[in-house]
């Protein structure tokens, strides 16, 4: 079994950046993509971003692509999202989730594990 907390989120100006943070207990995250969803209200969750076991593959939505980054440092179990540029529409309550699969993911499907979630707010 795998425990996920997120915490590093808040309320930021437009233009702004956060650190969101991951951090994984229970069993290692080594073997497992990772990857970051977000749910604004009244829409479904969508995908954020993924990084392999390594941490040697990435991949990002359309919409955040150049100003978000993931990241992981398996020794301390632990991913991270560095969020730049922030506009209001990524308002959201962003999600860290472990996958059944090594390779980076973008499908939700692949996600065995997920976190309680942490809250952004962007204001304009």
């Known amino acids: 079994q795998v425990q996920l907390v997120e915490s590093g989120g808040g309320l930021v100006q437009a233009g702004g950046s956060l650190r969101l943070s991951c951090a994984a207990s229970?069993?290692?995250?080594?073997?497992?993509?990772m990857g970051w969803f977000r749910q604004a209200p009244g829409k479904e969750r969508d995908f954020v971003a993924t990084?392999?076991?390594?941490?040697?593959?990435?991949d990002y939505a359309d919409s955040v692509k150049g100003r978000f980054t993931i990241s992981r440092d398996n020794a301390k179990n632990t991913v991270y999202l560095q969020m730049n540029s922030l506009k209001p529409e990524d308002t959201a309550v962003y999600y860290c989730?472990?996958?059944?699969?090594?390779?980076?993911?973008?499908?939700?499907?692949?996600?065995?594990?997920w976190g309680q979630g942490t809250q952004v707010t962007v204001s304009s």
């Open positions: 989730a472990a996958a059944r699969v090594v390779a980076r993911t973008g499908n939700q499907y692949d996600y065995k594990f």
């Open positions: 229970g069993r290692t995250l080594s073997s497992r993509a």
């Open positions: 990084i392999s076991w390594s941490g040697g593959s990435t």
